[in-house]
């Protein structure tokens, strides 16, 4: 009797030992296609906690105060540095979401966009504006807060979070699951220039040289002698303009090289935004999590008359949703939280709806200020042009987690801009088949540009400038050559490796 009770005693020990693990494990991690995947929240997260990198400290603003406050100790979490809340209303005089920011060591404001699944949603009767559901996941998984795997609810977990190895990266995936993504705030920027926000910032050069003898807003330039000089990321500065697609690309990745101002190390992956990230920062803020549905407004500030070689300032709003360009003639002194009652900066009242949350705490930059280069190609790119303006991503015609290679028909045939455009219906994402109706015309939500890849205009540009009124936004694509210009800009993306 007595062994029989021992025997009885030593099942009911496994069987605990067995749920505690089973429990453990559930409440932990889960494996899933190789992935490890965090999938257990607090009861108060609601989305992934920013992966802080190297440098990095995390900030929260205060409305008409350009400083930002650093944090630390408690309130370092959601509630205090961030709330990533569904907005009431349109937003056209604001939002409540706030998304993280965080702040490197040069001064530059980094912004978090944490891994998501969508559905776009397209309602005939509002024309060309659709709407964008939104639901944040748990750690790498498919998941949401309930535990329900998403895509099984229709929805579709943004490529830009996703390992695209299996598919060869065609949407613009990464090289693994990822939690979220750092976007930079503002549009790259001139370093130590007077009146500027950036005025303090030391110019800092890379080890890059530029391949061209030519002049830009830091002076003469000479070639394989001058070198590139490190951007930052801040509002109230003269857009990094006046390099090439490739030097664009070339620059982003040089973001981490030892001895870096923004005090990344070699766990910091630095990059040139793709189309993929481009589209997972515009789908968040078309949501209920951003604007819900309301435009952007566009930054118009034009000192293309004021500073030799210069042409946008980045973090300005106009004073309607689709204001003109805003010229202007000199610049004397600091530059102003407003101009002519027609541009505002980013951290005043009207300034604020120039972001992807109608506050403070959004991206700015994404409607106006640079036409901006994206990390990407179409495959029949013209081979001298490929050459001369973006050598280093050209080299290998084939998709990376860096940049990607858009299919194409062959040359030759009739509107081969529309063809190529119907190429690309199976790519998903990047806020471009998905939101227009063709690839030639005014066919994008709001009624904004659309205009697909060729032969000799091979990549994108996304935004559309300062000077384009209403066809400019975060739906705007575009084509070109590749070469450099004085409205055109870009923004960068980390991702920890």
Known sequence: MKKRSNIILLIILVILSICTTIVFVL????????QTN????????????PDLLAGMSPVIFEQGKEEPTILSGENVEEGIWYEYLVQEGTTENGGTSNWANAMTEDGSLWV???????????????GLIGKIDVVFLEGTSNCNKEGQDVTKLGYIVHPAFQNGKKTNYQNGEWDKEITGIWISKFEAGYAGQKYTASEDVPITNTNLVYERNFKNLLGDVKEKETHITYPVFMGKTYSYNNIDVGEMYDLSQALKEKGNPYGFDEKVDSHLLKNSEWGAVAYLAHSQYGRNGTKITINNMDISKAIYAAGA???????????????????????????HEKSYAWYTEEGKLASTTGNLYGIYDMNGACSEYIAGYLETINEEKATQYAKTMTQNRNSTKYYTVYKAVH????????????????????????TSKMGHGYTSWFGE??????EEDAFFLRSGAYDRVNYSGIFDFTNHSGHSFGSYGFHCALIKE
């Open 449 to 454: 540009t659309s205009l697909y890849l060729k």
């Open 313 to 339: 300032v980045t973090g300005y709003g106009g004073n309607t949703v689709v204001a003109s360009a805003n010229s202007i003639d000199k610049i004397n002194s600091n530059l102003q939280d407003s101009y």
């Open 112 to 126: 978090w966009i944490p891994r998501y699944a969508y559905k776009v949603e397209w309602d005939e009767k509002q």
């Open 27 to 34: 409440d932990t991690k889960v494996k899933k296609d190789g």
């Open 38 to 49: 965090i999938i257990k929240w607090s009861d108060k997260e609601t989305v992934n906690r």
């Open 411 to 434: 040359n030759g045939e009739e509107d081969i801009i529309n063809k190529n455009y119907e190429v690309h219906q199976n790519i998903i994402g990047d806020a471009i088949i998905e």
